[in-house]
T-cell receptor
Framework: AQTVTQSQPEMSVQEAETVTLSCTYD???????LFWYKQPPSRQMILVIR??????QNATENRFSVNFQKAAKSFSLKISDSQLGDAAMYFC??????????FGQGTRLTINP | DAGVIQSPRHEVTEMGQEVTLRCKPI?????LFWYRQTMMRGLELLIY????????DSGMPEDRFSAKMPNASFSTLKIQPSEPRDSAVYFC?????????????FGPGTRLTVT
């Protein structure tokens, strides 16, 4: 069974600085998708960024980028120029396409002004 | 589009009562997922449907839980009888086969409290 592990229960960063959240996963599949979701106190699940395993190029969305290391089964999220609105729980997730998402345990990110 | 709609947003009930959670997926989406979020177990899939047919219900905890999708626009998750350990946030999500990365769109969730 696929598993997703986030080893950092909590992280904090100064406003305007850069922070990296870690995620590793375990799968025997070669085709899959990886995601980072943000969950603010409102509890709404918001997609931050996605990565297709067949793409070698790392995904980027404005201040958010990933470091996807397929061989190492690692998928970290980098947030540049951190803003107060980035404070939230962040979940790493894996899927095989039109199937369920498997989530990590989450990382609580605090932004210090 | 209004996005995925869930009702109610909050539900407080007493142990032993029946609880029904409702979900309206995004129009045109052919997959619907029910997830549960608890402090102990995190986010986990309960069941998902494709074209209104249940595909994987291995996450349904026990017979007290049941889910239906009578048409493409509506799904329910029912707990009967409810127990305090069912207290959680229940999310519904929908997706489109062949959509970008098969992205799942989440509803706002229903916070269930069973006393």
């Amino acid at each position: 069974a696929q598993t997703v592990t986030q080893s950092q229960p909590e992280m904090s960063v100064q406003e305007a600085e850069t922070v990296t959240l870690s995620c590793t996963y375990d799968t025997s599949e070669s085709d899959y998708y990886l995601f980072w979701y943000k969950q603010p106190p409102s509890r709404q699940m918001i997609l931050v960024i996605r990565q297709e395993a067949y793409k070698q190029q790392n995904a980027t969305e404005n201040r958010f980028s990933v470091n996807f290391q397929k061989a190492a089964k690692s998928f970290s999220l980098k947030i540049s120029d951190s803003q107060l609105g980035d404070a939230a729980m962040y979940f790493c997730a894996y899927s095989r396409g039109a199937q369920k998402l498997v989530f990590g345990q989450g990382t609580r990110l605090t932004i210090n002004p | 589009d209004a996005g995925v709609i869930q009702s109610p947003r909050h539900e407080v009930t007493e142990m032993g009562q029946e609880v029904t959670l409702r979900c309206k997926p995004i129009s045109g989406h052919d997959y619907l997922f029910w997830y549960r979020q608890t402090m102990m177990r995190g986010l986990e899939l309960l069941i998902y449907f494709n074209n209104n047919v249940p595909i994987d219900d291995s996450g349904m905890p026990e017979d007290r839980f049941s889910a239906k999708m009578p048409n493409a626009s509506f799904s329910t998750l029912k707990i009967q009888p409810s127990e305090p350990r069912d207290s959680a946030v229940y999310f519904c999500a929908s997706s489109l086969f062949g959509g970008i990365s098969y992205e799942q769109y989440f509803g706002p969730g229903t916070r269930l409290t069973v006393t």
